[in-house]
């Protein structure tokens, strides 16, 4: 297990996350969204292939017009 980069207490564990971005007038809400999670602070890391396609995602829904839109990742 690796240790937690900012509260340098709690170990990361694999689990799922709700990540919200924000873009102009624009929120994307992800839900079950694979991460690791620390067991301490409940700060979470998104491995690159994750945030490349939560970022995908999003931007897709901003380009579309949405104000607010929810988007339930599928389970890996």
Same mark, same amino acid.
């Given at each position: 297990?690796?240790? #937690? *980069?900012? =509260?340098?207490?709690?170990? /990361? ?7 919200? !971005? ?15 999670? #620390? *067991?301490? =602070?409940?700060?979470?890391? /998104? ?7 939560? !970022? ?21």
């Amino acid at each position: 297990m690796h240790q #937690c *980069s900012i =509260c340098k207490i709690g170990e /990361l564990k694999p689990g799922h996350v709700t990540v919200t !971005l924000e873009q102009n007038n624009s929120i994307v809400l992800l839900k079950n969204v694979p991460a690791q999670v #620390c *067991s301490n =602070c409940a700060s979470y890391f /998104l491995d690159s292939e994750t945030t490349r396609e939560v !970022l995908k995602k999003a931007e897709n829904s901003v380009q579309n017009g949405a104000e607010l839109e929810v988007i339930r990742m599928r389970a890996a």
